[in-house]
């Protein structure tokens, strides 16, 4: 048998095992440790994993993720969420849809200091969904936008999965973190916008809260005065180089630490709970990140990576048709996986094949801006039905709305994704401007 018919058949096994709902760490490091002893031997094997582990968790630049992961952390804890939502609330809140529109600025600031999706979702669906259920927000709205505006935990820096695709693809971390800050920006805008069309043509599914005096509204502001310093010392500093990502980290979490202490009134409870939930995550996800190195070392022996990127380059077809082609696989996979696990499973296939055509941009540039596409079709994939990850977490919350309406709620805001996902595709500079403008040598 060749090492490409060993390939397909460990993709098909890691499929099966992901239809049986075996968690995907496990799974590709199952099915990548089964191929690897096929081809090479247990021998191999054995000396793989004797150095596969240290050199994997000992990289500098995962270093970042535990630290990033502990300021959201903290930043739940001392409250941010909530402020972030009354500061929008009372600015937005008095036109149709305005509540709505709040929750997806929450969730846009309260992104710019978690970096995880599920947690966006979380913690802003904790804080929003009372208030959209006081004012009589139909339910598909209300689990819709919080479901979508979760999403851009993933998108707007710092993001874990960001950081993740950096290391696969050997960039730079600070560069794309610019690279995903006008995206992550014309995401919220475009949510806010696809609100606002919503009650447009049905407005009883968001009707108006009331207007706030000029002082709640300034009041509000200065209450969130904490995100705004944390945002500008911690990613204004990665941004203009001042720090590295994972000092840029150390400052952040240090910051959301004491602003919990004593904004927060964080007490010992809630320091071990913040520390065990940030050792939680961060060991699933090392997990996770255990399992595609494994798994990604078999399809390196079985070179169906080089086959696939030989195949596309000598295909015939156009840069672009590819391109769109992983983006429809990157949607299907969506359907049934997470997107810290369809990063981790495709981009050591995809890049490879990327990178060798032709899209007129240097190699570093198109680092950023795949990886810009591949975050945001991936982002889709946390609202997309069957799975939609963020849909569940905010439909467990809103016990009196079907999954069904939740489903139908992203639905506009899936629109306004394509039309992102267009729109950076066909003009490359939305993601090339910011890294361009702020040269990190």
């Not at 390196?300 to 596309?312: I, M, N, Q």
């Amino acid at each position: 048998m060749t090492g490409l018919e060993y390939g397909a058949i460990g993709f098909a096994a890691l499929l099966l095992l992901l239809a049986l709902r075996i968690p995907i760490g496990i799974s590709m490091l199952v099915v990548g440790m089964v191929g690897y002893v096929s081809i090479s031997g247990v021998p191999a094997l054995l000396n793989h994993l004797k150095t596969e582990m240290y050199w994997r968790f000992t990289t500098f630049d995962l270093s970042v993720v535990p630290m990033f992961v502990l300021m959201g952390q903290f930043a739940a804890k001392a409250g941010l969420s909530q402020a972030l939502f009354r500061a929008a609330n009372v600015w937005l809140g008095h036109h149709r849809g305005g509540i709505a529109m709040a929750a997806v600025g929450g969730c846009a600031g309260f992104g710019a200091i978690s970096g995880s999706s599920l947690a966006t979702a979380a913690t802003m669906g904790q804080v929003a969904l009372p208030e959209l259920k006081r004012y009589n927000y139909a339910g598909s709205l209300a689990t819709g936008a919080l479901a979508a505006g979760g999403t851009l935990g993933i998108l707007i820096p710092p993001s874990v999965v960001l950081i993740i695709y950096a290391i696969i693809v050997e960039a730079n971390i600070a560069t794309l973190f610019q690279a995903a800050f006008i995206p992550g920006i014309l995401a919220a805008l475009g949510y806010i916008a696809t609100i606002a069309i919503v009650v447009r043509i049905n407005p009883e599914s968001g009707p108006a809260g009331p207007r706030a005096t000029r002082q709640e509204k300034w009041t509000a502001l200065l209450d969130i005065w904490p995100v705004l310093v944390i945002f500008l010392l911690v990613m204004g500093g990665i941004y203009i180089g001042i720090f590295t990502p994972t000092e840029g980290a150390g400052v952040g979490v240090t910051g959301t630490f004491l602003i919990a202490i004593t904004r927060g009134g964080m007490r010992w409870e809630g320091f071990v709970d913040a520390l065990l939930g940030a050792a939680t995550t961060t060991a699933l996800i090392f997990l996770i990140l255990l399992g595609a190195a494994m798994f990604n070392a078999f399809l390196g022996f079985s070179r169906l990576p080089f086959f696939a990127a030989d195949f596309f380059k000598n295909s015939g077809f156009s840069p672009m048709v590819v391109l769109l082609a992983m983006v429809v696989l990157f949607i299907l996979l969506g359907f049934v996986m997470d997107s810290l696990s369809m990063i981790l499973l495709t981009v050591p296939i995809f890049w490879p094949i990327i990178a060798g055509l032709d899209f007129g941009l240097q190699p570093e540039d198109l680092k950023l801006w795949f990886g810009i596409i591949a975050l945001i079709v991936v982002e889709v994939g946390l609202i997309t039905p069957p799975v939609g990850l963020n849909v569940f977490v905010i439909n467990s919350m809103a016990k009196d709305v079907p999954m069904i309406e939740t489903f139908k709620g992203v639905m506009p805001f899936l629109m306004s994704d394509a039309i992102r996902v267009a729109l950076i595709i066909l003009f490359p500079t939305i993601t090339l401007i910011l890294p361009r403008l702020l040269v990190i040598e």
